[in-house]
């Protein structure tokens, strides 16, 4: 179970790198379903492992970040996300929780197969859409401890006309926002996870994370959305047949 268990988490870093989110959408079924963890300790451990890496991302690529679009979305998710964890996740049911989840999932999937993540300098901004992306996410997020990167990074092609690469490095930033911002309202709770588990599930997600930077230039852009698209589909129907 410990092989599998650092798989796993290798291959949420690997996502969070190819794709600019995802890691969550893995991760949380994953320690919900398999190996039993109540919704806010998978949640917690979430926010802790993916906003540590994400955070440490943005701090590198602080110059090549889209800051403007990053701003608008922080500025409506951090404040939802807070809200949502503090005081919509305790008095909602565990089952209705992983039932929200997957039908996050399942439009991230559809999200992706459906529409052509394609740069688009002559695209005008939907604040509108942005905001609206926004408020969603961080419902999302403090609910179930996803950052929301997969969404937020078309949301941003979508709405603001960012090019895919621009809207990966932003959308990890906004992630790394939007998970400070739930993880205190989750310890503010007084939910805590055991902290051996805690570092090996960093150190797993680091390594992932780090290979993922490394060989995401060598790999077809739209091929790795498409079956990344597929696999969020198969394990979103998991979630909702298995909640």
Not at 1 to 13: D, H, K, W, Y
Not at 94 to 109: E, K, P, Q, Y
Not at 211 to 236: E, M, S, W
Request: hydrophobic fraction near 55%.
């Amino acid at each position: 179970m410990i092989i599998i268990n650092l798989v796993i988490f290798v291959v949420v870093g690997l996502a969070l790198a190819l794709f600019g989110g995802g890691g969550a959408i893995i991760l949380i079924p994953y320690l919900k379903q398999v190996l039993g963890f109540p919704v806010d300790q998978a949640a917690l451990l979430s926010l802790i492992t993916i906003g540590i890496n994400t955070g440490l991302q943005t701090i590198q690529d602080r110059k090549t970040i889209a800051w403007k679009p990053a701003a608008i979305f922080s500025l409506f998710s951090f404040p939802v996300a807070i809200l949502s964890a503090q005081y919509l996740a305790p008095i909602t049911p565990d089952s209705l929780r992983m039932i929200i989840f997957g039908i996050f999932t399942l439009s991230v999937a559809l999200t992706m197969l459906l529409r052509k993540m394609e740069e688009n300098s002559g695209h005008r901004t939907n604040i509108t859409g942005l905001v609206i992306a926004a408020i969603t996410t961080g419902i999302i997020c403090g609910l179930v401890g996803v950052g929301g990167g997969i969404f937020i990074a078309p949301t941003l092609i979508i709405f603001y006309g960012l090019t895919i690469k621009q809207s990966i490095k932003t959308s990890l930033a906004i992630v790394a926002f939007q998970s400070i911002a739930a993880l205190g309202a989750y310890i503010n709770r007084g939910v805590t996870i055991e902290s051996s588990f805690l570092l090996y599930t960093l150190v797993f997600i680091a390594i992932g994370f780090t290979v993922g930077k490394k060989i995401k230039q060598f790999l077809p852009d739209q091929k790795l959305k498409r079956g990344f698209a597929i696999f969020l589909l198969v394990i979103g129907i998991w979630i909702l047949i298995k909640p």
